[in-house]
Nanobody
Framework: QVQLVESGGGLVQAGTSLRLSCVAS????????MGWVRQAPGKEREFVAA????????HYADSVKGRFVISRDDAKNTLYLQMNSLKPEDTAVYYC????????????????WGQGTQVTVSS
């Protein structure tokens, strides 16, 4: 298990940007595929983006492709999600998650989760 703590959420207007951060501790950060998963009220958890630990391959949900950028700084044990051109439908709790798999876009494959950070986008 790895411990994850997210930050950077908030209330913003549509069209603006936010950057989420996730600091990891407890185990070597570089050994995990890291991802962001979000959950809107009354909906199931939805994959947003992931970056593989082995080859840094990137994956994005279609709904955020071209607007969101995932990145990682292994030296700082930190994962980022740069969110641009935010839309009201991006409103959700965003979770940072870690998986021991080489590559995945399935929320169920992530074994460690942060507590989540709320992102609210007003129209």
């Amino acid at each position: 298990q790895v411990q994850l703590v997210e930050s950077g959420g908030g209330l913003v207007q549509a069209g603006t940007s936010l950057r989420l951060s996730c600091v990891a501790s407890g185990r070597p950060f570089g050994a995990f595929t890291m991802g962001w998963v979000r959950q809107a009220p009354g909906k199931e958890r939805e994959f947003v983006a992931a970056i593989s630990w082995m080859n840094s391959r990137l994956h994005y949900a279609d709904s955020v492709k071209g607007r969101f950028v995932i990145s990682r700084d292994d030296a700082k044990n930190t994962l980022y999600l740069q969110m641009n051109s935010l839309k009201p439908e991006d409103t959700a709790v965003y979770y940072c998650a870690a998986s021991g798999l080489v590559d995945t876009t399935t929320p169920a494959d992530f074994g460690s989760w942060g507590q989540g950070t709320q992102v609210t986008v007003s129209s």
